[in-house]
């Protein structure tokens, strides 16, 4: 039977790491641990959970750090967490059944909790491949990605994941992400980082370049990130008010990307403050509000996409209340926003509130 071990580095991770590992070591063999520097008490957590300690001096690198901490591994398959992802399900006998067969990758479910400008956390989903053979290495200082021809396909396990909740790793990845770009200048994964990277800082402004630029070079089929780039890419145009540019993105990509409701969200959210910027010039795309809302609904919350989680359910049910409610036909509005509260939505139920209604 093959056996498993869980890899990590570590930095000051005292927050999450106990955490982490109380729920995710029911799944492997070993735990096999590399820090990188914590002046905290993480080292002495991973020694709590029985994991065995290697050190890597930082160097702005985190394939290099992976790849020793995977070195240090003597199990046959190797599952790479971060400290801040914790197993919500999956069992080790569904894992066992995946390693035995072998001849492939395994994609973890990760579900990725941030902050609205609203103060709302929501979650996206993302799935990323951290099971691998052992012999299986990564590259890429900043995102790393495993290098191997095999094919990636989804295992039965779900992670919620906060750090995108904490303070300070925009900086640092961007400063890796910059340095990489000077090397690969026209490599479009790296510009889809860049660019996301700054767009989550809210720096509009220089994330338009990178998002330019990727949009130019992503090829149009072969990549997991490029749909990601373009829904990002048009919020960020949003900010900007370059609705004309957005615009013939939207309409460039509708083909392809319809069937995606992250896609139709940004979309109505797109023709919302589009029209309301220059009522008078934009007025014929008035109706495309409300039809993007409704497709994302008729989309749904799709088993395997990436995705924001509420794009194809509440949220649009409760934008097309709000839009309801600002035309006036209130009943309507009460009607997609109980569909919102019933999943679970506290804005909907507010507003619902707000009109009298339960």
Do not use: M, N
């Given at each position: 039977m093959k056996t498993i071990g869980l890899v990590m580095i570590v930095k000051n991770e005292g927050r999450c790491l106990g955490k982490c590992l109380s729920l995710a070591k029911g799944l492997v063999d070993g735990?096999?641990?590399?820090d990188t520097g914590s002046d905290d008490n993480t080292v002495e957590i991973a020694r709590e959970h029985g994991a065995h300690i290697s050190h890597f001096a930082w160097r702005d690198d985190f394939a290099a750090a992976k790849n020793y901490a995977l070195e240090q591994s003597p199990c046959d398959w190797n599952l790479i967490l971060d400290a801040d992802e914790y197993l919500?399900?999956?069992?080790?006998?569904?894992?066992?059944?995946f390693v035995e067969k072998g001849g492939r990758l395994g994609a973890i479910e990760r579900h990725d909790s941030y902050r609205e400008d609203s103060g709302e956390i929501s979650q996206s989903c993302t799935y990323t491949t951290r099971l691998?053979?052992?012999?299986?290495?990564?590259?890429?200082?900043?995102?790393e990605q495993v290098a191997s021809d095999l094919p990636v396909v989804a295992v039965p396990l779900v992670f919620d994941h906060d750090g995108y909740l904490q303070e300070g790793k925009g900086e640092r990845n961007?400063?890796?992400?910059?340095?990489e770009l000077g090397a690969a200048p026209e490599d479009s994964y790296l510009l889809y980082q860049a660019a996301r990277t700054l767009w989550l800082m809210k720096e509009y402004v220089r994330a338009d370049k990178y998002f330019e630029k990727f949009y130019r070079l992503v090829p149009v089929t072969g990549t997991g990130y490029r749909m990601n780039g373009i829904v990002s890419y048009i919020y960020n145009l949003i900010e900007?008010?370059?609705?004309?540019e957005g615009l013939e993105v939207i309409e460039k990509e509708k083909n392809r990307?319809?069937?995606?409701?992250d896609f139709q969200f940004a979309c109505g959210t797109f023709y919302t403050k589009m029209v309301f910027s220059d009522v008078q010039r934009y007025i014929a795309y008035l109706p495309e509000i409300e039809r993007s809302y409704r497709r994302c609904l008729k989309i749904g919350e799709v088993s395997g996409h990436e995705c924001v989680r509420g794009n194809g359910s509440f949220k649009a049910a409760y934008n097309l209340g709000v839009w309801f409610e600002v035309n006036g036909k209130q009943q309507a509005a009460r009607t997609y926003y109980r569909q919102a509260a019933a999943l679970g939505y506290r804005p909907?139920?507010?507003?619902?509130?707000g009109l009298g209604g339960k």
């Open positions: 735990i096999y641990i590399t919500v399900s999956g069992r080790r006998k569904e894992l066992q059944a691998i053979p052992r012999g299986t290495f990564l590259e890429g200082r900043v995102h961007l400063e890796i992400l910059l340095d900007l008010g370059k609705y004309d990307l319809g069937g995606y409701a909907a139920a507010e507003r619902l509130r």
